[in-house]
């Protein structure tokens, strides 16, 4: 999804948690309520069978479960793609700009450029 196979720097950027993992934790909270974020872990370790320890595998997990309800064409499937959406909006939070700048860049050069030829026509 964020193409990171062409970035090494990205790649390890987010393999590694150098974002900062306990504000993005928090920012899920807020977002979504204590209440919400529990039920879907523990609806998520039930279906999986595993216990979620860290934000990195709540993801994972909220992410295969995503896939899955595609296949199902299940009508909950918003619910686990917004915090999907969520932690995959947020997660360059944290001191180091460059990779949140690089992944901007990724995103909205393409788009500019696109832009300025539609313009210069």
């Known amino acids: 999804m964020l193409h990171t196979r062409n970035c ?18 928090q920012m899920l909270v807020e977002e979504f309520g204590e209440e919400h974020v529990n039920k ?4 998520l370790e039930a279906y999986y069978k595993k216990d979620i320890k860290t934000l990195r595998h709540y993801f994972s997990l909220v992410d295969a ?8 064409e299940d009508n909950r499937i918003a619910e686990f793609q917004r915090q999907e959406c969520f932690i995959l909006a947020n ?8 990779h949140s700048n690089m992944f ?18």
């Open 40 to 43: 879907t872990k523990e609806e």
């Open 91 to 98: 997660n360059f939070v944290g001191p180091d700009e460059q």
């Open 65 to 72: 479960r995503v896939a899955e309800m595609y296949q199902l």
């Open 8 to 25: 090494k720097a990205l790649h390890e950027y987010l393999n590694k948690d150098q974002y900062d993992v306990q504000r993005l934790s």
């Open 104 to 121: 901007v860049s990724r995103y909205l050069v393409p788009m500019s450029n696109v832009l300025e030829n539609v313009i210069a026509l």
